[in-house]
């Protein structure tokens, strides 16, 4: 192979890896930005609010008696 096509192959393949690492660096923010709370629609939200009501539930049915 000349040089002109080791060059070309090498460009490719920083190409294909830059694009590979802002698909990847684009799909880790958007996990992220889910785990921090934002006023109600993230899924760490979500947790906080199903981690409220469960605790709720608990302290009702230790008033009823029927979970000690």
């Given at each position: 192979m000349e040089t002109q096509a080791w060059l070309a192959v090498g460009v490719g393949v920083m190409a294909v890896?830059?694009?590979f690492y802002?698909?990847?660096k684009w799909l880790v923010k958007t996990i992220l930005l889910e785990?921090?709370?934002n006023g109600g629609q993230s899924l760490r939200?979500?947790?906080d609010r199903q981690s409220r009501r469960l605790d709720m539930l608990y302290v009702?049915?230790?008033k009823?008696?029927?979970f000690d």
């Open positions: 890896m830059s694009g802002g698909g990847l785990l921090r709370p939200d979500e947790v009702l049915l230790q009823d008696g029927s």
